[in-house]
């Protein structure tokens, strides 16, 4: 029974990746289109090395280009902002995604603010955030952070129509929290955002028909603060020691999964849930950008 609570975001993200694949393929065949994903990675954070890698390599299989820009950690702001500005101006770049977090003598903010809102393909340019949150359309959508969005298409795929439910959000990062909370609301959900000084946050997330977890915090969440039915998406990601096992980690989220699957309606694994989503929706994100840079009505996908 537990199997069909599990909210498969690696099987969702392997069949959005070849929908994008396929539609990439069309794009270059009726329009000589070939969508280009530049990815800047400032200095050696060993995770931000593994992230800026498997995106190359997705970017790739789905039959994009990819421009890696690997840069060593002492580069000034004015340097980057000079990448950026060139990238901003090449035809053949229709994404810019600059890896956070950058080193502390760069403003995260002043690089945000440099990358052309129609390539910004992380959504966190504030034109775009603004599109998000009054509603936009059409020529003027925005284009959206990446996480909140494929939380968003999980969500939609296993309730369908999220209208009238209770959503609560735990976090409110501008990354994942503050986002997914737009995003719910443009759902029709009724939203709650939670933080870490919500009072009674147990009772809080006990009301959420959607639970959404954005915290950094491991198995903080526990069965009795989910409502029973509920669906449950875990956006941790936390490395925890293995018990008796030296030196050894392993991945797990801010839900405690295995006793919220008792109660929950449904539940999205750590690893193999959210996380896949991640980059095939900056794929997504990087096909979008691409079409309306060159006015071609973007594919459902
Ligand atoms: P963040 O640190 O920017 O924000 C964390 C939020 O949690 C804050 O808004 C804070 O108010 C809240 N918080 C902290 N302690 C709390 C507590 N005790 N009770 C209630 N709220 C509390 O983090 P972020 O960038 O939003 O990321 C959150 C988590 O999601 C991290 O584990 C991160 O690794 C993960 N993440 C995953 C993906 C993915 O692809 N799956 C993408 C981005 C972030």
Redesign the pocket.
């Known amino acids: 029974m537990s199997e069909d609570k599990i909210i498969d975001g690696k099987a969702f993200a392997a069949g959005l990746r070849e929908r994008i694949g396929r539609e990439t393929a069309r794009l270059k065949a009726e329009h000589d289109l070939v969508p280009g994903l530049a990815v800047v990675l400032v200095g050696e954070n060993p995770a931000s090395q593994v992230y800026v890698r498997n995106k190359a390599r997705q970017t790739a299989e789905a039959g994009m280009r990819s421009f890696e820009h690997k840069l060593p950690p002492e580069t000034g702001q004015d340097e980057l902002l000079a990448l950026i500005d060139k990238l901003n101006n090449d035809p053949k770049v229709n994404g810019i995604l600059v890896q956070l977090p950058l080193p502390d003598q760069i403003s995260e903010q002043a690089v945000i603010d440099a990358i052309d809102p129609d390539k910004d393909v992380d959504g966190f340019h504030i034109l775009n955030v603004g599109r998000l949150s009054t509603g936009a359309t059409g020529a003027s959508a925005p284009l959206i952070p990446c ?1 909140p969005l494929g939380c968003i298409m999980l969500l939609k795929d296993r309730l369908g129509s999220l209208s009238g439910l209770n959503a609560v959000v ?4 501008n ?3 503050k986002p997914m909370a737009q995003l719910l609301i443009r759902e029709s959900c009724t939203v709650t955002v ?3 000084r ?1 009072r009674d ?1 147990p009772a809080v997330a006990r009301g959420a028909d959607i639970l959404v977890a ?4 491991p198995a ?1 969440i526990k069965a009795d603060w989910i409502k029973p039915g509920a669906t449950v998406i875990d ?4 490395r925890v020691p293995v018990e008796g096992e030296d030196g050894k980690t392993r991945i797990v989220g ?1 839900v405690d999964t295995q006793a919220a699957l008792e109660v929950a309606g449904a539940i999205t694994p750590v690893p193999g849930g ?2 896949p989503m ?1 980059i095939a929706v900056l794929l997504a994100n990087t096909l979008t950008a691409a079409c309306r840079q060159k006015g071609i009505e973007p594919p459902e996908l």
């Open positions: 996480t735990i976090g409110r990062s990354i994942v929290g939670a933080h870490s919500t946050l954005a915290v950094g915090r903080m956006v941790g990601i936390n801010d959210v996380g991640t």
